[in-house]
Every structure is written in C-alpha cells, then in structure tokens.
C-alpha cells in the first residue's frame, strides 16, 4: 500500500482570541489580540510582567480543582477533575468541539485505529503545591492523582482514558516544538498506515507558576501595551507575553476522508524537523536548524519552495529569536528568487508555549478554508533585518494555497510543517 493522504478534519480552540472557530476567525480579520493586565496571584512575587493573554470565560488559576469554572457545555465530572491540570478543562472543550467538527461517532473515537498524540508541559503549580504538602504532611497527605494531574505526560493520561482512546498514544515534551513534533509523528502514523485517526491536543497552564519563569530569562515583555509588548519583527520588539489555552486538531487518512464523506479544513502535506546543536536556550544565530527543518519539510511534501504562499512564523517577539527565524526565511526562499508572505499570529495570541505549533496548525488550516491570510500585527517600524521578507501587516481577504508553519523550542528544536487548501 502506498503512503496514505492525510487531512485535517475537525480543529477544536480554547485560546487568547477566542473559544472557537468563528471567534479566533473573527480575531484575525480584524487583527484583535487577546492581551489583559496581568499581576500575580501571589501578590509576594516582585514582578514587572503587565500582560498576559488570557483566556475569557474559564477561570481554572486556583490550585484546587474544586473552584474551577468553566462554560457549562463543557461541565466535567467531578471524578474527572480531579486528575486533571488547570488546562485540563480547556481539552475537554476543545475535544468535544473536534469531535463535532469532525462529525465523530463515539465508535471511531474509540477504536484501534485511532490514537492520541498532545503536548503539555504539566503543571508546575499543582507540582508546586503536591511538593509543599509532601514536605509539610508527609506523603500520605499528598493526593493520589497528584502525580498524573502534574507531569508532562497528563493531558495523554487523562484524554485517553477520559475519551477511551485505544490506538497509539505518546506525550510529546520538546518545549515550543513539542505540538508540531506532535503532529509530525501523527502525520507519519497515518500516511504509513499504523492508525487511520490521531487526534493531536496541547494545552497550557497559564498562572505564576507558568509564566513568571521566563521573567527570570529576559524573555518575556515588560511593556504595559498590548501593541508594543507583543509585535514580532519590529524593530523595538523586546520580549513575548506569554499565553494558555488549549488546541485539538483530528488528522485523517483519505480513505477515511471518503469513506465518510467528510470536507477538510486542509491537507497536512509533510513535516520536517532539525536541531540547531548551538545552545540550550537560544536560536542558532544563522537559523540553521530551522533552515534545514524547512528543507526536510518542503521534501516530504514534494513541493518546491517556490511553491509556498504564505509562512506562518514561529516569531515570538524576542530579537534573537525573531532574527534567527527571519534570516533562515532569506536562506530557504529569499536566496531561491521567492518572497511569500510571512506574519507571526503570536502577536494576537501571545506565545503558547508548547501549545504554539498545534494553535498555529489550527489557524492556518482555518485559514486555508475560510480564504484569509492574517496579518502580523503591532509592527510600528519594521526591523531593517526583515526587509527583504514580505512580511503583511493587514490580514488579507485572499487565503492561501500552500502553507508553511514554523515552531521552534529549547535546545534547538525546530519543526516545519506544510499545508494545502483542498
């Protein structure tokens, strides 16, 4: 048998700018962000971070599940509850919203043939909290579910069993990368036949504990402004706002596109990924991973460079990380006689961690369907480093064909992948 087609089928999105399809669209037409004043819950933390994009209609910052709310479509049994992260509650809602997308019957969301890939970095502050009582009270007074309502691993734990998946199931952990590593291993298990379905979910804490971390690393804004805090390829970026949420996209092989009569959102034509082998935290200077990740990326999907319309950039509004991004661009399509039109999403959405590669897939593929390119916002005076890039600064009513998205994490981890409109 040849190497199966795979689509993308249902997209469920708890995120900054929007709990759903139609508001995340409407957000992007109109370039509308999803930033709100942030200040730590634990008033004692020192903290000159003033934004943070939020999500609206959850409220999931306490440590114990008990006074969590959420919208009451999504209403969770309590048993349920209590193994889940703090993000828990935003993949159950975006599972339920893939699964309707999708058109799924509870049949084949439970099968062999259809597994589970997602991303999370757990939950620092339930592990927080379960290390104090443990230091405190002793073991016996630790919760029993601490352990998988924490660890990197707890969206696999807890979706699997929560939704009876029985096909392959892996928790990916590579930082911003850990989603399109995600997705890429789902593409590969459907094209060459080992499952016919995988759900991908990632999803993100978004409380001190999460966020105030990279405060300690200079990489978060300390701007007050929305519009000067998160503004990826302008000159005075200084840093990103971080952000939570969660995303779930169903990918599917064409034979099951047609066997029930489904319409896509988009083709996932390929992946690649690569290491920048440079620096624990920080982006080769050149972008060399990046370059070669996009290499990979354009030869899996047998397209050429040229045939790219539109990049969405891993772009996060760090100067390092913007320029090592922005001169791998040069090199992959620059250099080959093409300029296709480049934005950073994460400049509405704020930057999701490991999140970002599976909400960015999403927008893209709603993009693809709904005949838009976003555009990247808050770009006052755009960094002459990136002047050879066609960056757009309007969202266009002109979607594109085929489309590229970057993610790149510590360690030099770098993941592309490509999509086309069907």
């Not at 200079?218 to 929305?226: C, D, F, I, K, T």
């Not at 060399?288 to 460079?305: D, K, P, T």
Request: charged content about 20%; hydrophobic content about 35%.
């Amino acid at each position: 048998m040849g190497a199966q087609r795979v689509f993308v089928t249902g997209i469920g999105i708890v995120s900054s700018i929007g709990n759903d399809e139609a508001a995340v669209v409407e957000s992007l037409r109109g370039l509308k962000h999803g930033f709100e004043a942030f200040s730590p819950q634990n008033s004692s933390i020192p903290s000159d971070v003033k934004l943070a994009g939020t999500v609206k209609g959850f409220d999931v910052s306490s440590a114990d599940f008990e006074d969590w709310t959420f919208p009451e479509p999504y209403r969770i049994r309590r048993d349920v509850l209590r193994s889940l992260p703090p993000h828990g509650p935003y993949l159950h809602a975006c599972m339920a919203q893939a699964i309707e997308s999708a058109g799924l019957e509870d049949a084949e969301v439970s099968n062999l043939d259809t597994g589970i890939y997602t991303s999370s970095a757990g939950s620092a502050r339930l592990i927080h909290q379960n290390t104090s009582r443990l230091h405190q009270l002793g073991p016996m007074r630790c919760p029993p579910t601490g352990i998988v309502a924490s660890i990197a691993g707890t969206l696999s734990f807890n979706l699997v069993a929560q939704f009876k998946i029985r096909g392959n199931s892996c928790g990916f952990s590579s930082a911003c990368a850990s989603s399109g590593h995600a997705l890429g291993y789902a593409y590969d298990d459907i094209a060459l036949g080992r499952q016919k379905r995988m759900f991908v979910a990632a999803g993100e804490d978004l409380n001190d504990e999460s966020l105030l971390p990279f405060s300690g690393m200079r990489a978060l804004s300390l701007e007050g402004e929305p519009e000067r805090a998160s503004c990826p390829f302008d000159k005075s970026r200084n840093g990103f706002v971080s952000t939570g949420g969660g995303t779930v996209l169903v990918l599917e092989s064409e034979e099951e596109v047609q066997r029930r009569g489904v319409t896509p959102y988009a083709e996932l034509l390929g992946w690649g990924q690569a290491s920048d082998g440079h620096n624990v935290a920080m982006s080769h200077p050149e972008g060399l991973g990046l370059i070669e990740a996009m290499q990979r990326a354009l030869r899996s999907s047998g397209i050429a460079a040229g045939e790219i319309d539109y990049v969405n950039a891993h772009a996060t509004s760090t100067h390092v990380g913007d320029l090592s991004e922005g001169r791998a661009l040069k090199k992959v399509f620059v250099e080959q006689g093409h300029s296709p039109k480049v934005s950073s999403t994460k400049a509405l959405t704020g930057h999701g961690l490991s999140l970002a590669s599976a909400l960015e897939a999403a927008i893209v593929s709603l993009c693809l369907r709904k005949g838009i390119t976003p555009g990247s916002a808050h770009i006052r005076e755009l960094d002459p480093e990136f002047e050879d890039l066609n960056i757009i600064r309007e969202t266009l009513d002109e979607g594109p064909s085929v489309a590229l998205s970057n993610s790149s994490g510590f360690g030099g981890a770098n993941v592309s992948l490509v999509f086309r409109k069907v």
